[in-house]
């Protein structure tokens, strides 16, 4: 399968809100609402912010917040803080008990 | 806590096996609620989901369609691990490769991580 397609990055002031968008296709994003979202930094093991499209593990600040339309996943940032400098990369599960991850996204915070 | 700990050379030659191995502790490799994977990383394509092992009253494999001639996933039940064999690897399997697991609480969601492996294929 395809991996999913992210912008390559974003940027925003801190206090502000970003969205990273997440796009995939009927057999993986649009067909199964287990979308996750992870963030890394270099030399450091992704962590995973968001799962289920929307839901956050124990730990994970409420400013970070996911949803999902068609083929399309999204990850909200708001308030933004410094330390959210940083990658962050979809996944989705794509049928047949496989995985697919997105190309990631280069956060700035300005 | 669930923990994860990779080990496994660091330096492969073209065309041999690339062979990694993930202890677990804080869990078992048979939980009927957990499934091992592995994971790749490098600057050229991101993360790249590789496999999974996990056991369901018997012990299944899944493997992405890129690599899947050339991979096995098994697990080491007396040694609670699972190991990675890539085979006749090339320069562009050189990467980080992770361990992880993912839970049903979590539902295909990677939610720990081993520390990670840095792989270079290279004569």
């Known amino acids: 399968q395809s991996a999913l397609t992210q912008p390559r990055s974003v940027s925003g002031s801190p206090g502000q809100s970003v969205t990273i968008s997440c796009t995939g296709t009927s057999s993986d994003v649009g067909g199964y609402n287990y979308v996750s979202w992870y963030q890394g930094h270099p030399g450091k093991a992704p962590t995973l912010m968001i799962y289920e499209v929307s839901k956050r593990p124990s730990g994970v600040p409420d400013r970070f917040s996911g949803s999902k339309s068609g083929n399309t996943a999204s990850l909200t940032i708001s308030g933004l803080q410094a330390e959210d400098e940083a990658d962050y990369y979809c996944c989705s599960y794509a049928g047949s008990y496989t995985l697919v991850f997105g190309g990631g996204t280069k956060l700035t915070v300005l | 806590q669930v923990q994860l700990q990779q080990s496994g050379p660091g330096l492969v030659k073209p065309s041999q096996t690339l062979s990694l191995t993930c202890a677990i502790s804080?869990?078992?490799?048979?939980?009927?609620?957990?499934?091992w994977n592995w994971i790749r990383q490098s600057p050229s394509r991101g993360l790249e989901w590789l496999g999974r092992?996990?056991?369901?009253?018997?012990?299944?494999?899944n493997y992405d369609v890129s690599v899947k001639s050339r991979i096995t996933i098994s697990p080491d039940t007396s040694k609670n691990q699972f190991s990675l064999q890539l085979n006749s690897v090339t320069p562009e399997d050189t990467a980080v490769y992770y361990c992880?697991?993912?839970?049903?609480?979590?539902?295909?969601?990677?939610?720990?991580w081993g520390q990670g492996t840095t792989v270079t294929v290279s004569s």
């Open positions: 992880a697991r993912d839970d049903d609480y979590y539902y295909y969601a990677l939610d720990v």
């Open positions: 804080g869990d078992s490799i048979s939980s009927k609620t957990a499934a």
């Open positions: 092992t996990y056991y369901r009253s018997k012990w299944y494999s």
